[in-house]
C-alpha cells in the first residue's frame, strides 16, 4: 500500500496542536517543519549505503555513507515552502526543485507556473513536500512534470491527506508512496479537509 500514515507519538502529539485554532504563527510553522522532519525520517529509511573507509581515533575504520546523486526536495510553492527546512535539517546536502502550481479559475485544471527543477533528476529520489493533499491535483501535476523530466523515484509528504487526493495520486501514479501524519475524513465543497488545518499556506505566512 503507498500510503504510509505514520502514527508516531511525537507526530500525534505535535499535529494535535496544529489542529488548535488558536495557535500561533510561530508554533504553526515551528510544528510543521518538526513533523516535516520525522516524516523525512521514514520517507528515507531505504536510502542506499555504500561502504567507506575513513581514519577513525582509533585507526582505519570500514564505516558506510549514503550512496548515489543527493536527493531533491521539491516544495509545491507556496506552502511546501513550509516543510522544507524540516527536511534539509536532516537532509542537509539535498538540492532543492521548487514548482509553482495554481488552479486555472476557467479550466479549473491545476497549471504549472514556476518549475525550477534540478540536474540529473533520473539519479535522484525526489521528496515532493506540500502539507495539505486536498484534491490531489497540484500533487498529480508535480509527479507529471517531475517524471517528464526523467525522475524515476518520487516520495510525497504531507501533513495530512484527503482520502480523494490519495485516490487521485494512487490512480494516476501507484507507484508513488505518500507518508503523512494523518488520513482525514473528507474534503467538504470549498476543498478544504475535514478536519484539516484550514488555509495551511496562511497559517505557515501568517497572511489570514
Ligand atoms: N489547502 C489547504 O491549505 N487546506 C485544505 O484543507 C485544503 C487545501
Redesign the pocket.
Known amino acids: 500500500m503507498p500510503i504510509h500514515e505514520i502514527r508516531h507519538p511525537l507526530i500525534r502529539h505535535k499535529l494535535g496542536l496544529m489542529r488548535r485554532a488558536d495557535l500561533s504563527t510561530k508554533n504553526f510553522r515551528e510544528m510543521a517543519q518538526e513533523i516535516a522532519a520525522l516524516l523525512t525520517y521514514e520517507a528515507s529509511k531505504d536510502l542506499p549505503l555504500e561502504p567507506a573507509t575513513i581514519e577513525g581515533w582509533s585507526g582505519s575504520l570500514n564505516v558506510e555513507k549514503l550512496a548515489g546523486k543527493k536527493v531533491t526536495v521539491v516544495p509545491i510553492l507556496r506552502?511546501g515552502i513550509g516543510m522544507l527546512d524540516g527536511v534539509l535539517s536532516l537532509i542537509p546536502g539535498a538540492k532543492v526543485s521548487a514548482v509553482g502550481i495554481a488552479r486555472n479559475e476557467e479550466t479549473l485544471q491545476a497549471q504549472t507556473y514556476l518549475e525550477r527543477l534540478v540536474g540529473q533528476l533520473d539519479q535522484r529520489l525526489a521528496l515532493i513536500v506540500d502539507?495539505?493533499l486536498?484534491t490531489g491535483g497540484s500533487m498529480v501535476a508535480t509527479i507529471d512534470l517531475l517524471k517528464k523530466a526523467g525522475c524515476r523515484n518520487v516520495r510525497a509528504l504531507v501533513l495530512v491527506a484527503a482520502p480523494e487526493g490519495i485516490r487521485a495520486v494512487e490512480e494516476h501514479h501507484p507507484d508513488v508512496h505518500i507518508y503523512t501524519a494523518s488520513i482525514d475524513s473528507h474534503l467538504n465543497e470549498d476543498?478544504?479537509?475535514i478536519p484539516?488545518?484550514?488555509?495551511?499556506?496562511d497559517r505557515i505566512f501568517g497572511t489570514r
Open positions: 506552502a502539507p495539505m486536498a476543498g478544504y479537509i484539516g488545518l484550514g488555509d495551511a499556506g
